[in-house]
């Protein structure tokens, strides 16, 4: 019904063209006025395309669902133009998140600002940008929500490999999809339970429930309030990491569970333990763990009451479609919730951080505290192994005698 717009003007120009006697601007009004008409009537031939239409981009034409449309773009209307805009910006930014990625492997996923006394963890990237979290001064907890298969797993282990990967931390790994999920940092933590194990969780909950306690001793002991002064007075301690994958599955695993992971989330912060959880639903999980939890990350595919129980209006943030990439909403500390992309089974080749002698073994991620505070026998030298007899530790070792006897 637009062309009735279109009417004042051409009886504007009858009736000036007539009165003055130029017929000629009379009959300029009238052909106006048809080819306008005609071309509206041309573009209502086509339907009301869904904004989530698929947009088909070739050098010839252009296409929407299954219609060609007009060659000349001026025949177009204002929605044909905005749903080639969108799939011009989506093929952009595929190619943005191509390039985020190439650069960050490259790199092993180190990114700068990973200092001492920090968490730094490359997450993924949006559309114009890449997103880094630090979780001790975004945090300094982080909990992860989405449903069954939309990457809450994948974002676990894309974080531990970026957190390892920039500074030295203490890892505590709770698996309650049968250690399937992050049995690949198993070596790396400083023990690993599952559900399938009973007395792995209650072990480890333990020792999570005394490593609170001689931190909170340590503190006082040495007048300080928190990790950040007890560092600054010259004290060395590591900060510990602790993922549970199946939060409300772990809170249900026992009384001694759900004491020890509300300690966590509660204590933590001034006492450098930080809590990573994953879980399907907040169904489970009490308000005032969810206050303490300040770091989010909700898969696009959530429940939008989740969303809106972390503060997240799911009706603002329109989910970008990357092959490769899960989509999701991040929100922390000083910032607006965000859409963003992170890659999908990516597996980065483990860090080498320094050149190890023939003789010299990698120690597992285990400070020296712990395995004193915890160790149920004698205190012993971390002496390194005999290097493996194998082809290539006997040609290391060949190398280095060669080595030494031509320094003498």
């Not at 395309?49 to 252009?62: G, I, K, L, M, P």
């Not at 093929?91 to 730094?120: D, N, P, W, Y």
């Not at 990491?241 to 992971?261: K, Q, Y």
């Not at 001034?270 to 999980?285: D, E, K, N, Y």
Request: proline fraction near 4%; include cysteine.
């Amino acid at each position: 019904m637009q062309w009735i717009w279109y009417l004042p003007s051409m009886l504007i120009g009858l009736s000036f063209g007539f009165s003055s006697g130029y017929w000629q601007l009379a009959l300029m009004s009238v052909v106006m006025v048809l080819v306008l008409i005609g071309t509206q009537a041309y573009k209502n031939r086509y339907p009301q395309f869904d904004e989530n239409s698929v947009v088909h981009v070739s050098r010839a034409s252009v296409a929407i669902g299954n219609r060609v449309l007009p060659r000349f773009s001026f025949l177009w209307k204002a929605q044909w133009h905005q749903l080639l805009l969108a799939q011009l910006s989506r093929s952009s930014s595929g190619e943005h998140f191509t390039k985020a990625l190439e650069r960050i492997t490259q790199q092993h996923f180190r990114v700068s600002g990973g200092g001492q006394g920090e968490l730094v963890s490359w997450i993924g990237a949006s559309e114009n940008r890449e997103l880094v979290l630090n979780l001790v001064s975004e945090g300094p907890h982080l909990i992860v929500v989405g449903p069954t298969g939309s990457g809450k797993s994948e974002f676990l282990r894309l974080l531990i490999t970026s957190l390892r990967a920039n500074q030295e931390f203490d890892l505590a790994l709770f698996d309650f999809k049968g250690g399937a999920a992050l049995q690949e940092f198993a070596e790396e933590a400083i023990g690993i339970a599952t559900d399938l194990d009973p007395e792995s969780q209650q072990s480890l909950f333990a020792l999570l429930a005394n490593e609170l306690s001689n931190r909170e001793q340590l503190f006082a002991n040495a007048k300080c309030s928190s990790i950040e002064t007890y560092v600054a007075s010259g004290g060395e301690l590591s900060r510990l990491v602790v993922v549970v994958d199946e939060f409300v599955a772990a809170l249900a695993s026992g009384p001694n569970a759900l004491a020890t992971i509300e300690d966590i989330a509660a204590r933590g912060r001034s006492l450098g333990v930080h809590l990573v959880a994953a879980t399907q639903s907040l169904t489970g999980v009490t308000r005032s763990m969810i206050t303490n939890l300040r770091a989010r990350v909700v898969m696009s595919s959530s429940d939008p009451i989740d969303m809106v129980q972390l503060g997240i209006n799911p009706s603002k943030h329109k989910p970008t479609t990357v092959p490769g990439w899960a989509s999701a909403i991040i929100t922390r500390s000083n910032y607006e919730a965000e859409s963003f992309n992170f890659p999908l089974g990516v597996k980065p080749e483990p860090l080498k951080a320094d050149l190890l002698s023939a003789s010299e073994q990698p120690q597992q991620a285990r400070s020296l505290a712990l395995r004193q505070m915890y160790s149920s026998q004698e205190q012993e030298l971390d002496l390194p192994k005999e290097p493996a007899s194998n082809p290539d530790s006997q040609l290391l070792s060949r190398m280095a005698r060669l080595h030494s006897s031509t320094r003498r």
